[in-house]
């Protein structure tokens, strides 16, 4: 019988490597013995044994052959299989193809790319699916402008979001597998920097559409649909409460991170092109919505959030307790938040919350703290930006949740925090575990950025459009339509507290949806929704032995000591010679460009590849690819790893020069002219070109 | 003279038939081993491949004609020959249609049995004179092998000469009876498998075993020579289901005129399938297993048949 | 005299067969070389026989035809280009190989592998063992002569090596199993046809063990041949089916479970003589065994990621060894490797069955006939590249 150990075996083995059953304890399972009778029967047996074989083969001799019949039929061949190597395009020669469909058609692009496994692992991961590839392709060659109009197209803001980017794309970045990421981010910047250094004269979108629509906020989901619908030929209109244009990217991101004049130059760019900006005008207060909605053939509401979460915590209504955004906002906009000289206590660990931090200590706080829940290495925001924020000053005080306001006679004076054992529980929901050990800190000023909501209430005051119990607008998720036909909303009143390149990525999401509801299409038939690809996270690679020409060019920051105290930019930006270099270290993944990255000869079992390159900053070229079949072994090492799918395994035949289609010769091919025959690997090439749709 | 031009033209008639024999034989094996392996077997020379073994047979005459260097070259190339003509020779004694055998002589039975065991001869020389140890250990394996089972292949067409009262194959023919069949079926089982041991073909291939000996006694042949063997081997074959088919199954007795040859001509090939049959069925037996099959159960049975035959011969 | 200089001073045609007469201890007989090239080396094996009339007196493999120096390469690469190496080792049953090394780096590592990965390698794994136990099946019908009976056996090793070629590109050097998982996910409706075969096979075995292992001749050539005592096969190190074909109850997959084989209903065949026909059966057996785990596999294989995720390009495992096994094909396969810390190995030794099998055949073939010594040989299943590495 067959023993049946418990699957926990495996693990036991796998800690502590002992076997867990000697010979003794399994029992012997099934003999293979087998013997002919004695005597007459036994006699007989051998005869019916014999007769039983001829019975065998004459059965499989009637039975249909299962070879293939010469020269009619032919041998499927994998598409996995590993014949010769050929490399597709060479850096220099070919160039790459840009990701730049009209937005209605660009989820489908993607989708097709993702689907046939070329696109981008940065395009893939990044939202709104920016080609960043295509950006340092251009840039490589030094066509900044023509970079930043690619990038604009998906990411409407690149100078902006060159500079607070939270770069999803960076973290997959292929690079990072052999040493760092490309500095996509910085990149974006550069483009920004060189398209508004030699701006090109800007003509308006021609307007072809009948329709025009409303946006009601200029943040960059607005302005992502209304770039969208104007490239359409609609005429755009959009509202902004405040007087200057820019939502959340001017009341919530701090100057030092983005200078305004950036953001000013960007949205009057757009403005250029044919944006018909209303600012000043609060949708709700000062006109009712009803009246956009019946003056407009669509209305977006692209609001965002505008008021900060509190936390239900004795002495959370004591004077000098706030709200972050109402803080930034202050910040923003006055260069003063009345903390000079105080102590600050930040509650919270996210972004927003360093952020408020870093704010406080350039407006002049004497003392700025920063307590989390969570332990320093899983805090929720970028570790880079409390990298910057703790060597400009800001103490953190990780693993510490908010349990009381401290107040004396209505003021707060202090706080009182809880540490936290452990924020989540097994199964990842937020369960915060607290000891019972408490600190009290003195402050003056409390914080809190633990969440932004939208508020809704009066934008909506007077129309059909209901808001649920928590102040929320109820919207489709996928087509981002209302209750009302024809009003539409995106970006963080849809998604919640998220990134600008999210918002963004709503924004072209809404447009495609309005363009279809006032083509009268249908919002969903046929649409293409935005694939949702995974890359694997790349081990980081050690960095010993990269020469520092292939390392990514570091972004000079200014002194800590120096930038803590006012509100210029942090991250000082590169220069064009450096954007050349940089981009140059694209692998262009995808593109069936060699890039001769070289990676495919340091990982051949044989030796059996030499590259060199040219490596001239906007000059590149491949001018040497040796590939010696004769010490390949088919391994599949090199073609697995190419970064850019430029090397690949075609369907011939090892060493032979000859794809299986050809092996049937025909008396024609046989008689032809001997020019570009195959043993030159002519015909296999065209034969693979045959093979593949 | 005239008896020499005829035996000219009778050879060359033989020479031509034995060599379409085994061409087709050939040809036939590589099908039906083919279908037996789900394979196809030839194909493309000329329809369904028949002409395939044409194109092996000017293959094999252009190759280089290797003579190994420590032979003893003289017997070395007189080898096939001596191999070859007993197996064509054969041929002449056996009764093709109604009174038609090319040889048509009184000991016509005897002369079948003994003639083509004279090629054991040739077989010991070719595998002696190749001076390689593979090939001598094949050639005494074969004379083994072969004069083992010439006895029980000579006792069980014994049977026939007695109920037929003749060993002039036309007159065992005449006398031949459908019973015979019946009767002498033991016996035909002991014909069969003695010929297929005569021919050395599997499962008693031993002495050109190929796992072991690669080719046994013809090992260091080549070209032309080596297909000299092949085509003594096909040749036997043919021969020996063709006389199986006339003497012991009838031949042309079932039915008259040209149906009978039809008859005869669908014997022999049911004879031959058969062999290749056997032998690509079955493995092959060790050289000790061959000799006591032959001596403990081939040899007893053919003598068995033999006394039950001249027992009931008056009845039949 | 040295019967190897008496030889090779009388090269000839088929690797110096000559007439010996001067050999001292074989005074009477022939001393004959089978190999190195010969149909029924299994290789590149060259066996010394010192013949008695048909008699074996003495049979002395020589070994070292196919000796590439895989080990001594192994140091010369990155961990990874190693893989392509052990695909070169046991050529058909590379996937054993690669297994075997990438279970050494993993454990040197301390690198877990996704458990979907674990049940590919087990699937292909078994495959593989069906794949090389038809190669050692056809081969004991083509060494006995029954060529029909290697064809069949050859068919439906062909059915898993296009099975194979579909998965990842390579019909036999794989390159399939890396540390830390596999190197691609299995096709679309790959395991479809994984079953179906599966299926088939079962009916195809029992068709082999009736035409040939229940055949009367080939009995009478298999029974009583090459008797290996089973104190002797433990003695000898032998190990996979040489070793349970006489009755030792040893598998790996059963006594030392590694992967996931714990979760698989499977039993280990065992002969009881210990001959060639037992051998052979235990082959048959096994693959039948084979297809139960297969089923098993695909049943209770999970979704998820086939390769550990974050694992660095150039692997630097610490300085260290580590030891592991698997049973291969052939027997208990383990690999020693060795790591100074740097991107290379330090050592790679391999242990491998086919070699410490081979040592038994002067053993099991004295006193027995030369077509018993093909037979023994054909038994043992030996694969060069693995022997001589």
Request: glycine share 10%; hydrophobic share 45%.
């Amino acid at each position: 019988m067959a023993v049946k150990p418990t699957p926990s075996a495996t693990d036991r083995r796998e800690q502590v490597g002992a076997p867990i059953a000697t010979p003794t304890q399994v029992p012997i399972s099934v003999s293979v013995a087998d013997e002919f009778p004695q005597g007459i029967a036994g006699f007989a047996a051998k005869a019916m044994s014999l007769v039983t074989g001829l019975g065998i083969t004459a059965r499989r001799a009637i039975a249909a052959p299962k070879t293939l019949s010469y020269p009619r039929e032919k041998y499927p061949i994998s598409p996995r299989w590993r014949g010769p190597l050929v490399l597709r395009g060479v850096l220099g020669r070919e160039g790459i193809d840009l990701i730049d469909a009209p937005s209605v058609d660009y989820n489908a692009t993607i989708d097709t790319l993702h689907r046939e496994q070329s696109l981008a692992p940065c395009v893939g991961n990044c939202p709104a699916n920016v080609d960043a590839r295509g950006q340092n392709y251009l840039m490589a060659d030094g066509h900044h402008i023509a970079a930043y109009e690619l990038v604009r197209d998906r990411n409407i803001l690149p100078g902006v979001l060159g500079r607070i980017c939270h770069h999803p794309c960076e973290s997959v970045c292929r690079r990072l597998q052999y040493d760092e990421a490309v500095a996509i981010r910085p990149l974006h910047r550069m483009a920004y920097e060189a398209y508004q250094s030699d701006r090109p004269a800007i003509e308006s979108f021609p307007l072809t559409q009948q329709a025009n629509i409303a946006i009601i906020g200029s943040g960059p989901s607005g302005l992502a649909a209304a770039w969208d619908l104007m490239k359409l030929g609609y005429s755009v209109t959009a509202y902004e409460k405040d007087k200057t244009p820019g939502g959340a990217l001017l009341t919530g991101v701090p100057a030092y991170r983005l200078p305004r004049e950036v953001l000013a130059s960007e949205i009057a760019n757009i403005v250029e092109y044919g944006l018909d900006l209303r600012c000043g005008i609060e949708i709700g207060k000062d006109v009712p919505i009803d009246h956009l909605i019946g003056e407009y053939d669509a209305v977006l509401i692209a609001a965002g959030l505008q008021i900060s979460r509190g936390l239900p915590i004795p002495g959370a209504n004591a004077k000098g307790v706030r709200g972050a955004l109402e803080f930034l906002s202050d910040v923003n906009r006055r260069q003063d938040a009345d903390v000079k000289g105080k102590r600050v206590m930040v509650i919270g660990g996210g972004n927003v919350a360093v952020d408020v931090a870093r704010c406080a200590l350039r407006v002049g706080a004497s003392e700025v703290r920063l307590a989390c829940l969570e332990a320093s290495n899983e805090m929720p925001c970028h570790p880079w930006e409390i990298e910057e924020g703790l060597d400009e000053g800001v103490i953190a005080m990780c693993g510490n949740g908010p349990e009381m306001v401290l107040e004396q006679d209505g003021l707060v004076v202090g706080m009182r925090l809880r540490e936290c054992l452990s924020v989540f529980d097994a199964s990842g929901r937020f369960n915060p575990v607290f000891a019972d050990l408490f600190t009290d800190v003195d402050c003056d000023v409390v914080v809190f950025a633990i969440g932004q909501a939208p508020d809704l209430r009066d934008l909506v005051a007077g129309s059909d459009l209901v808001l649920t119990e928590q102040g929320l607008l109820p919207v489709d998720g996928s087509v981002l339509s209302t209750q009302q036909p024809g009003v539409f909303a995106c970006g963080e009143v849809v998604t919640g507290p998220g990134s600008a390149i999210g918002s963004i990525a709503s924004g072209h999401e809404a447009a495609i949806s309005i363009h279809r509801f006032l083509a009268g299409q249908s919002l969903l038939a046929d649409r293409v929704f935005r694939p949702v690809p995974t890359f694997p996270k790349y081990g980081q690679a050690t960095l010993d032995g990269v020469e520092s020409a292939r390392r990514r060019v570091e972004m000079p920051l200014s002194a800590a000591g120096e930038r803590s105290r006012d509100f210029r930019q942090v991250e000082l930006g590169m220069t064009r010679l450096e954007s050349l270099n940089e981009s140059a270290r694209c692998l262009r993944c995808q593109s069936q460009v060699c890039v001769g990255c070289t990676f495919c000869a340091r990982t051949c079992p044989d030796f059996a590849i030499t590259v060199e390159r040219i490596d001239d900053p906007g000059h590149r070229m491949v001018t040497r690819y040796d590939l010696d079949l004769s010490k390949c072994c088919y391994c599949g090492l090199c073609a697995e790893q190419c970064p850019t799918d430029a090397l690949v395994h075609t369907g011939q035949y090892e060493l032979a020069f000859r794809s299986r289609e050809l092996t049937i010769s025909d008396i024609a091919e046989m008689r032809r002219d001997p020019g570009g025959t195959r043993a030159t690997g002519c015909d296999a090439l065209r034969a693979q070109e045959r093979v593949e749709p | 003279m005239s008896g020499f031009v005829g035996g000219l033209i009778w050879g060359l008639a033989a020479g031509t038939l034995i060599a379409i024999a085994a061409l087709f034989g050939v040809w036939w094996e590589r099908k039906v081993a083919g279908r037996i392996q789900m394979r196809i077997g030839p194909q493309t020379t000329g329809p369904a491949g028949i002409l395939q073994t044409i194109a092996d047979t000017l293959k094999l005459i252009l190759k280089e004609d290797i003579t190994p260097d420590q032979a003893d070259v003289r017997v070395f190339r007189l080898a096939p020959l001596v191999v070859f003509v007993p197996v064509a020779m054969s041929f002449s004694v056996i009764p093709f249609a109604a009174g038609f055998a090319p040889l048509d002589t009184s000991v016509g039975m005897l002369f079948f049995l003994a003639v083509p065991a004279l090629s054991v001869i040739g077989i010991l020389l070719g595998g002696w004179s190749s001076r390689n140890t593979y090939a001598t250990i094949g050639a005494i394996r074969a004379a083994a092998q072969m004069i083992s089972y010439e006895l029980p292949r000579a006792l069980a067409v014994l049977s026939l000469v007695v109920l037929a009262g003749s060993i002039r194959p036309l007159d065992v023919m005449a006398a031949w009876s459908p019973w015979w069949i019946i009767a002498t079926a033991p016996g035909f089982i002991v014909y069969f498998i003695a010929s297929i041991a005569e021919v050395n073909r599997g499962p008693f291939d031993i002495p050109e075993a190929e796992s072991e000996l690669v080719a046994g006694y013809f090992a260091d042949y080549s070209g032309i020579r080596w297909s000299i063997f092949m085509m003594a081997e096909y040749g036997g074959m043919v021969a020996a289901s063709l006389f199986g088919a006339a003497v012991f199954l009838g031949g042309w007795n079932w039915l008259p005129g040209i149906g009978g040859i039809l008859v005869f001509v669908a014997l022999t090939l049911a004879l031959v399938t058969a062999m290749v049959w056997v032998k690509w069925t079955y493995p092959r037996l060790r050289a000790d297993q061959l000799m006591s099959f032959a001596w403990k159960i081939m040899t007893p049975a053919a003598i068995v048949q033999l006394v039950v035959v001249a027992v009931i011969a008056p009845w039949l | 005299m040295d019967a190897t200089e008496t030889t090779s001073s009388q090269t000839g045609v088929l690797g110096g067969a000559g007439v010996s007469s001067e050999s001292a201890d074989t005074a009477e007989g022939l001393v004959i070389n089978v190999g190195p090239s010969h149909p029924s080396t299994h290789g590149v094996c060259r066996v010394i026989v010192h013949l008695d009339g048909e008699i074996v007196r003495k049979a002395e493999p020589v070994i070292g035809y196919l000796h590439r120096g895989i080990e001594k390469m192994c140091e010369n690469r990155t961990w990874l280009q190693c893989v392509p190496l052990t695909d070169r080792l046991d050529y058909v049953g590379s996937m054993y190989s690669n297994w075997a090394y990438c279970r050494a780096v993993e454990r040197l590592s301390e690198i877990r592998v996704p458990e979907r990965a674990e049940y590919i390698r087990v699937l292909v794994c078994e495959l593989q063992r069906i794949a090389s136990h038809m190669m050692a099946l056809g081969a004991s019908g083509a060494d006995t002569g029954a060529a029909t009976m290697f064809i069949y056996a050859f068919d439906e090793r062909e059915r898993v090596i296009e099975l194979f070629e579909e998965l990842c590109g390579a019909r036999l050097t794989y390159n399939y199993v890396r540390p830390g998982g596999v190197s691609v996910d299995l096709p679309e409706g790959w395991t479809d046809r994984v079953l179906e075969f599966a299926r088939k096979h079962r009916i195809a075995l029992a068709e082999m063990d009736r035409l040939f292992l229940g055949n009367a001749i080939a009995r009478a050539r298999l029974k009583g041949i090459g008797v290996l005592d089973p104190d002797v096969a433990v003695a000898w190190g032998a190990s996979g089916p040489v070793a349970r074909g006489s009755g030792v109850n040893w598998d790996l997959r059963k006594h030392d479970p590694y992967s996931v084989y714990p979760r698989f209903d499977f039993d280990v065949p065992l002969g009881s003589r210990g001959d060639c026909f037992d051998r052979a059966r235990c082959r048959l057996f096994e693959a039948f065994e084979s297809c139960r785990i297969i089923e098993q596999a695909i049943s209770q294989m999970p979704e998820g990621p086939v390769m550990t995720a974050g694992l660095p390009r150039l692997l630097k495992p610490a300085a260290g060894d580590a030891y592991d096994h698997i049973e291969s094909a052939r027997g208990s396969l383990g690999v020693y490797v060795v790591s100074d810390g740097s991107v290379r190995p330090y050592r790679v030794k391999f242990r491998s069955p086919a070699f410490c099998n081979l040592a038994l055949l002067p053993l099991l073939a004295e006193g027995h006939t030369l077509s018993d010594l093909v037979v023994i040989l054909g038994s043992l299943d030996p694969v060069f590249g693995e022997v001589d590495r």
